[in-house]
């Protein structure tokens, strides 16, 4: 998911994987011992079908995959990544996004379930959504002001994250990925056409900035 431009303005208050922390740097710890993979873009099989459970934890590759996925997010400037992004057929994602009240939520989880809403977590908030494979495009979109997540983390300890405002469509955003669906599947096609057509216009651009922003890090 792209970034949350709100993010730069905030207070710097932090939950990393739903606990809160006194303080966490701008990239998480290890990000900068990974490698940053390439991002999948629409019209990619994988991107198109759900992803398989992860089911096996606490396994240096499953760290080495956390830890790129980090940093290819932080190259891009995304607030969400998801597996299959990077081309990984598993049901596991990364974020770092700011809620409406200006935390931020640093994590992973994996094999997450979208908890059914009720009651007032139904209300919708119509927003601009954008996506790092649909690079340089975004569309308005309704989602729910509020999402809880059921999942376990790398190690297989269950994990239960609560989100609002932007963070909240954020989880939704990266739990569609799993299940093989892009924000451009709930657009109408006439808005999809929009969207697919800006990021002809745009997709050069950004990933001529996400390379030299590999490149700043020595990446």
Same mark, same amino acid.
């Given at each position: 998911?792209?970034?949350? #431009? ?18 966490? /740097?701008? !990239?998480?710890?290890?990000?900068? $011992? ?17 992803? @398989? ?6 396994? @240096?590759?499953?760290? @080495?995959?956390? $830890? %790129? ?17 990077? %081309? ?12 409406? $009240?200006?935390? #931020? ?11 059914? /809403? ?5 209300? !919708? ?59 451009? %599947? #709930? ?13 002809? $216009? ?7 900035? #996400? ?9």
């Amino acid at each position: 998911m792209s970034e949350n #431009r709100a993010r730069a303005s905030v207070d710097q208050r932090v939950r990393v994987q739903g606990e809160p922390v006194d303080s966490y /740097p701008e !990239l998480s710890p290890g990000a900068l $011992d990974g490698q940053v993979r390439r991002i999948t873009v629409v019209g990619e099989e994988i991107l198109h079908k759900p992803c @398989a459970d992860v089911v096996e934890f606490g396994t @240096a590759e499953l760290s @080495a995959l956390i $830890d %790129d996925m980090f940093l290819t997010m932080n190259v891009a400037d995304g607030a969400g990544l998801a597996a299959n992004q990077v %081309d990984v057929n598993l049901r596991l994602f990364v974020y770092d996004c700011y809620d409406e $009240d200006g935390v #931020r939520h640093v994590g992973h989880i994996c094999n997450p379930v979208v908890e059914e /809403p009720s009651g007032d977590d139904r209300r !919708l908030i119509e927003q601009a959504e954008g996506c790092l494979s649909v690079p340089g495009a975004g569309h308005e979109l309704a989602r729910g002001a509020r999402t809880v997540v059921h999942g376990v983390d790398k190690n297989g300890d269950p994990l239960v994250i609560e989100g609002t405002g932007y963070f909240a469509r954020c989880l939704q955003h990266e739990t569609d990925h799993l299940n093989g669906i892009l924000y451009l %599947d #709930r657009l109408s096609s006439r808005q999809r056409r929009t969207v697919l057509k800006e990021m002809e $216009d745009q997709r050069e651009r950004v990933f001529a900035q #996400r390379e030299a922003k590999a490149a700043a890090l020595g990446k």
